[in-house]
């Protein structure tokens, strides 16, 4: 379908530091990576398909077996597309030494982790998945009409991870449509301001749908349109090209949750949204003020702000949750994704262990057993046998009180 590129909970984010060396490259790289929260399988039951493979996509979007086959091992880490995009927003703590030119940026078309080598040292500022479902396109220069074909093109082809299976796509493709901006009260379903934002943020909604003085046509609601998630779905050449981009044209970016991005442009050159708005200022000579500019980056914060959804605390565990997403990646005999799910569901459980409300340690232990065995047998291709031991499974935990 291609031919060539913080719904952030606010609590348990990790940044990781690293160095290794890496002789296939000559260099020293210095590796940070910024995870989100941990998954949790078994706190949720699931009443839909769909349920189920939002999960899934979870699972696989913050698993290091997705990217395993990816030269990024020789770089010494275990890199997941949580990596850069925690919760499936964007941070601006990734940083590859020899691949970024600041934190928040990577250069994606190198051959030290890519199958798309361009020759060109060209850093790409990392993008948000959040708000995903009506974002279209995706890629900086919007190349892709869909999540799907971006998610595929990203993990083959950008990480030289393989390809994934169909039920691993669909379910990377669920939970990133799944995932919403940031609540934010002080704009409308048609993305004004409210009565409770701030003046001055106000006085900057006039100045983004004000002509502009050399072109009567054209506001900064032209191209960012309030009522549609601040895009008009369309690329630009808005002069931003450098280091072998320039004169190309890159999507029109969402404003909300902006705060929660930076840098900005498609090669991160901007550090804050002040420095956006003197860019365009001169740009496009608008003529503001200093109180002008001013005006319109407070508008652009309170557009681009909002709060970020908490996780669930102390949720109860739900051992048959176990039962329907090892039946989804079975029914599609899917081996990869068992192996995910057999890992993470062993560990849940295992952490489970001595809680009031859990089973004996023996009765853990058993279907800890069970789940391996499947693994086991999925992985020499037997995935009748697997569907015949999940049955054992689900009649051990159906016996068990609590199950």
């Known amino acids: 379908m291609f031919e060539n590129g913080r719904w952030v909970f606010g609590v348990g984010v990790t940044a990781l530091a690293i160095t290794v060396a890496s002789a296939a490259f000559g260099l020293t790289r210095a590796i940070h990576l910024d995870q989100g929260t941990p998954v949790s399988l078994l706190t949720v039951e699931h009443d839909s398909r769909e349920s189920a493979l939002i999960a899934l996509g979870e699972l696989a979007f913050k ?10 091992r020789t770089l010494g880490t275990n890199m997941t597309c949580d990596t850069c995009h925690p919760d499936g927003g ?28 361009d020759g060109v040292y060209n850093p790409l500022n990392v993008p948000s998945v959040r708000g995903a479902k009506h974002t279209a396109p995706f890629g900086r220069d919007g190349r892709f009409e869909s999540v799907e074909d971006f998610t595929l093109f990203a993990i083959a082809n950008e990480f030289a991870g393989g390809i994934p299976s ?13 995932l919403p901006f940031p609540d934010n009260p002080l704009i409308d379903l048609s993305g004004r301001l409210s009565d ?30 309030a009522s549609d998630y601040f895009l008009d779905h369309k690329t630009h050449d808005v002069g931003s090209g450098r280091r072998g981009r320039a004169g190309k044209e890159f999507e029109t970016p969402t404003l909300r949750e902006t705060v929660f991005t930076p840098p900005y442009f498609h090669d991160g050159q901007h550090d804050s949204l002040a420095e956006v708005v003197d860019y365009f200022d001169t740009y496009f000579d608008l003529g503001l003020t200093d109180d002008e500019r001013a005006d319109l980056t407070s508008y ?12 669930a605390a102390n949720a109860p565990i739900h051992p048959a949750t176990a039962l329907t997403l090892l039946d989804l990646s079975l029914t599609d005999d899917d081996w990869l994704l068992t192996r995910m799910l057999v890992t993470q569901l062993s560990t849940e459980l295992d952490r489970w262990r001595g809680a009031p409300e859990a089973p004996p340690e023996a009765t853990i232990d058993a279907w800890i057993a069970l789940m391996r065995r499947i693994e086991a047998q999925t992985k020499v291709q037997d995935f009748a046998a697997a569907r015949a031991t999940l049955q ?4 051990a935990i159906a016996g068990t009180a609590g199950g």
């Open 63 to 72: 698993s290091d077996f997705l990217l395993e086959a990816s030269p990024l």
């Open 90 to 117: 964007a941070r601006d703590i990734v940083f590859f030494e020899g691949l970024s030119d600041k934190p928040g940026n990577l250069d994606v078309t190198n051959r030290a982790i890519s199958l798309i080598e």
């Open 166 to 178: 169909d039920l691993v796509i669909e379910s990377l493709v669920a939970f990133q449509e799944n």
């Open 196 to 225: 409770a934002a701030p003046a001055a943020a106000k006085r900057g909604e006039e100045i983004f749908n004000r002509p502009f003085p050399n072109d009567p046509n054209m506001t900064c609601g032209t191209c960012h349109v």
């Open 300 to 311: 652009l914060e309170v557009v681009g702000g909002g709060t970020l959804q908490e996780p």
């Open 392 to 395: 054992d499974l689900e009649i």
